[in-house]
């Protein structure tokens, strides 16, 4: 893979050509009550100039579900995530964070009991925790809860659903926060609609509120900040699929914390596209756009920060045989904040992928 800007810069603009060998191993078992799976995911990379950037980004993930009872389903989900903070973190949040190393677990356990054949309630409670390597940001903690209630219409096409959520986060002190928490409360009000057999449309709209308490240094002096404001939530996708692939477009508005140890406000519009060309050639693209604000309190250096990312990755997939492919994938990022930044990589390379069934 060849990488013209391996620390998004705006400045001094690094290229290297990185090494890459990523196995993936995925397990799914199956019983009439029972569906668990499992995955680990590895990501060697080996640079030929920037030898101390070396790494080896690795995923390990679990869900699991149980039908413990003809009304009652009980579920599981978690990850661990060790990468850097140009990876997934950049592609989630759209914040370009200075490359360092980031670890993140995930834990999520879930009950849904069927209240009736068109009433559901599914309760979800979560716990998350991101570490950073570099002393710059502040590593922090969520934990909250998030209660669904759908309700089937007798056309059986259209869904009302409602959601609440309350989540806390907690940071940790870094170079630039002595401490701080925020409580964020939210409810949503939408609609699932089924077009057809292949079209899909989920919509939810509502309000949130957010209550701050953050320390920061400024030196020499300590600035508390205190803030406790009302905003809008929205999560809305449309999709489609079809006999060679699938076509998704969608739009995101939340508060998401971050290593720079506040909420971030942002907004994602995605486009996610599949399609199987020939038997051969297959092919996706990924386009994502992130507008986010990080408020800081009057006084410091920055009192509002704005950021703008692009995200622009097509790949093809060129099968030799049913398990053998040669890959060709491109990814365009732009960052633009106080600076601008751009990065292009380009990756060329093999890709063997089996089935294996034991009965």
Same mark, same amino acid.
């Given at each position: 893979?060849?990488?013209?800007?391996?620390?998004?810069?705006?400045?001094?603009?690094?290229?290297?050509?990185?090494?890459?060998?990523?196995?993936?191993?995925?397990?799914?078992v199956k019983t009439e009550r029972t569906d668990i799976k499992?995955? $680990?995911?590895?990501?060697?990379?080996?640079?030929?100039?920037?030898?101390?950037?070396?790494?080896?980004?690795?995923?390990?993930?679990?869900?699991?579900?149980?039908?413990?009872?003809?009304?009652l389903s009980l579920g599981l989900d978690g990850r661990y995530?060790?990468?850097?903070?140009?990876?997934?973190?950049?592609?989630?949040?759209?914040?370009?964070?200075?490359?360092?190393?980031?670890?993140?677990?995930?834990?999520?356990?879930?009950?849904?009991?069927?209240?009736?054949?068109?009433?559901?309630?599914?309760?979800? /409670?979560?716990?998350?925790?991101?570490?950073?390597?570099?002393?710059?940001?502040?590593?922090? %903690?969520?934990?909250?809860?998030?209660?669904?209630?759908?309700?089937?219409?007798?056309?059986?096409?259209?869904?009302?659903?409602?959601?609440?959520?309350?989540?806390?986060?907690?940071?940790?002190?870094?170079?630039?926060?002595?401490?701080?928490?925020?409580?964020?409360?939210?409810?949503?009000?939408?609609?699932?609609?089924?077009?057809?057999?292949?079209?899909?449309?989920?919509?939810?709209?509502?309000?949130?509120?957010?209550?701050?308490?953050?320390?920061?240094? %400024?030196? /020499?002096? $300590?600035?508390?900040?205190?803030?406790?404001?009302?905003?809008?939530?929205?999560?809305?996708?449309?999709?489609?699929?079809?006999?060679?692939?699938?076509?998704?477009?969608?739009?995101?508005r939340e508060i998401l914390p971050s290593g720079w140890a506040?909420?971030?406000?942002?907004?994602?519009?995605?486009?996610?596209?599949?399609?199987?060309?020939?038997?051969?050639?297959?092919?996706?693209?990924?386009?994502?756009?992130?507008?986010?604000?990080?408020?800081?309190?009057?006084?410091?250096?920055?009192?509002?920060?704005?950021?703008?990312?692009?995200?622009?990755? /097509?790949?093809?997939?060129?099968?030799?045989?049913?398990?053998?492919?040669?890959?060709?994938?491109?990814?365009?990022?732009?960052?633009?904040?106080?600076?601008?930044?751009?990065?292009?990589?380009?990756?060329?390379?093999?890709?063997?992928?089996?089935?294996?069934?034991?009965?």
């Amino acid at each position: 893979m060849y990488d013209d800007n391996i620390y998004l810069c705006s400045t001094v603009e690094i290229d290297d050509f990185i090494t890459l060998i990523r196995p993936e191993v995925n397990i799914d078992v199956k019983t009439e009550r029972t569906d668990i799976k499992g995955g $680990i995911t590895l990501n060697v990379q080996r640079y030929a100039d920037e030898s101390q950037l070396n790494t080896t980004d690795q995923i390990y993930a679990l869900t699991a579900s149980f039908l413990s009872s003809e009304r009652l389903s009980l579920g599981l989900d978690g990850r661990y995530t060790k990468d850097t903070t140009l990876e997934t973190e950049l592609t989630e949040t759209g914040i370009g964070l200075i490359r360092t190393i980031r670890k993140n677990y995930f834990f999520s356990p879930s009950a849904t009991y069927i209240l009736s054949e068109r009433d559901s309630l599914t309760i979800t /409670p979560f716990y998350t925790r991101t570490n950073y390597q570099s002393p710059d940001y502040s590593d922090y %903690w969520v934990s909250g809860v998030n209660l669904n209630y759908r309700h089937l219409l007798k056309n059986e096409r259209l869904s009302l659903i409602g959601q609440a959520g309350y989540n806390y986060v907690k940071f940790k002190p870094s170079e630039s926060i002595y401490e701080g928490h925020y409580h964020n409360c939210q409810i949503y009000g939408g609609i699932n609609y089924l077009f057809s057999e292949t079209i899909t449309m989920n919509f939810l709209i509502g309000l949130r509120y957010t209550n701050s308490k953050m320390t920061y240094w %400024w030196y /020499p002096f $300590i600035i508390l900040y205190k803030d406790k404001t009302v905003g809008w939530v929205a999560d809305a996708s449309l999709s489609k699929t079809y006999e060679r692939g699938s076509l998704t477009l969608g739009a995101r508005r939340e508060i998401l914390p971050s290593g720079w140890a506040g909420q971030l406000e942002t907004n994602r519009f995605y486009i996610y596209f599949v399609n199987k060309f020939t038997e051969r050639l297959q092919g996706r693209i990924n386009i994502s756009y992130y507008k986010g604000e990080y408020p800081r309190p009057m006084g410091m250096e920055i009192s509002d920060y704005s950021y703008h990312t692009w995200h622009i990755i /097509p790949t093809l997939h060129y099968y030799l045989t049913k398990h053998l492919a040669i890959e060709l994938n491109y990814s365009y990022t732009s960052y633009k904040s106080t600076i601008h930044s751009d990065r292009n990589t380009v990756f060329l390379g093999i890709r063997w992928e089996g089935q294996y069934l034991w009965e």
